[in-house]
């Protein structure tokens, strides 16, 4: 079992630079792929960013691109998300996620677990 606590969150400008953490708790946080998502009011939870057990490879939604980098540190137990270039349709609540089954089952979003989330408001 693991436990996730997101934190990085806050206000930024438009073309601004955000870096989310996720750090996790319990045993074997290797042993995750690890996803980030997102979900803004009144908008369905949208998939940001996905990573293997062993950060070798990464996944991200198409609205992100080229702007987040998705990365871990397993020696640190730790999450991050490098969001650069932030545009106000990137405000949301962004969750991160983990899961043992691997980085399809985190797109899904069926992971196992889940953060409380942290709040990305960005201004124009």
């Known amino acids: 079992q693991v436990q996730l606590g997101e934190s990085g969150g806050g206000l930024v400008q438009a073309g601004g630079s955000l870096r989310l953490a996720c750090a996790a708790s319990g045993r074997s946080f290797s042993s995750y792929a690890m996803g980030w998502f997102r979900q803004a009011p009144g908008k369905e939870r949208e998939f940001v960013a996905a990573?293997?057990?062993?950060?070798?490879?990464?996944s991200y939604g198409d609205s992100v691109k080229g702007r987040f980098t998705i990365s871990r540190d397993n020696a640190k137990n730790t999450l991050y998300l490098q969001m650069n270039s932030l545009r106000p349709e990137d405000t949301a609540v962004y969750y991160c996620?983990?899961?043992?089954?691997?980085?399809?089952?985190?797109?899904?979003?069926?992971?196992?677990?889940w953060g409380q989330g942290t709040q990305v408001t960005v201004s124009s």
């Open positions: 996620t983990a899961d043992t089954r691997g980085v399809p089952t985190v797109k899904r979003g069926a992971g196992d677990y």
């Open positions: 990573i293997t057990q062993s950060g070798i490879i990464t």
